[in-house]
């Protein structure tokens, strides 16, 4: 049985993931929470399914009667699929170390399947950013991993959106220096959100952990007067 009663003070946590030091303290925290991340982990991947299915609309308007159609639909669906796959696959990863695992493997299919549906499907070259910076976002906001995955996540995806800007002759350098700068700025915000999202929740562990060990603490004094 760990005790939790201590001053919270920032150098509990370690500066660059605001995870616990003690990895004890961080094995009993990620435990405690397992349950009600696995179950918000589902409610998102499965809005993150419905948003994606929700685009052949706008598919549909933007190349009807044309070739690309058909191919925009199936990535659509595909990436829904790996959407439905991550949803199905959470209760078979019950340590917190499998699952960010597999967290990181459904994020690197995702932007894989959606950067090769740009890359076959002639949409604008600034949606390439403004589908980047959504991604980066709903990553570091609705799929919460290890702060060093989530990093190389962020990464990955701008690097990937980024790309077509940086070797097709249509791109303005104006357009590419504001998708930098865009994807830059959804980079920064994104990791600070998760980043002060993983401490907030930390402190409230302790909180209620020491409060808990206190009132603990508490009875077996009145159980002991008693006898």
């Not at 660059?16 to 961080?26: G, P, Q, Y």
């Not at 959606?114 to 600034?126: A, D, E, I, R």
């Not at 952990?209 to 004094?221: P, V």
């Amino acid at each position: 049985m760990i005790r939790f009663i201590h001053i919270i003070k920032d150098d509990v946590f370690k500066f660059s993931s605001c995870e616990f030091k003690n990895r004890v303290l961080e094995r009993e925290y990620l435990k405690s929470s397992h349950v009600e991340r696995n179950s918000l982990l589902r409610k998102n991947l499965l809005i993150a399914m419905a948003i994606t299915l929700i685009f052949c609309i706008t598919d549909y308007y933007s190349f009807v009667q044309t070739p690309h159609l058909a191919l925009a639909i199936v990535f659509r669906v595909l990436l829904a699929l790996i959407c439905l796959i991550g949803i199905y696959s959470i209760k078979y990863f019950p340590e917190a170390g499998s699952l960010q695992k597999m967290l990181f493997l459904f994020t690197f299919l995702y932007v894989t399947v959606s950067v090769m549906l740009f890359y076959y499907v002639p949409y604008p070259l600034y949606s390439h950013v403004i589908s980047g910076m959504l991604i980066v976002l709903a990553l570091c906001i609705f799929l919460p991993q290890r702060f060093n995955l989530m990093i190389a996540s962020t990464i990955y995806t701008s690097a990937a959106f980024l790309f077509p800007l940086f070797v097709s002759d249509q791109a303005s350098p104006k357009l590419i220096s504001e998708g930098v700068i865009y994807m830059l700025a959804a980079n920064v915000f994104g990791l600070i959100t998760i980043r002060e999202l993983n401490l907030y929740k930390r402190r409230n562990f302790l909180v209620l952990n020491n409060e808990l060990d206190a009132k603990r603490e508490l009875e077996n004094e009145l159980t002991t007067r008693k006898i």
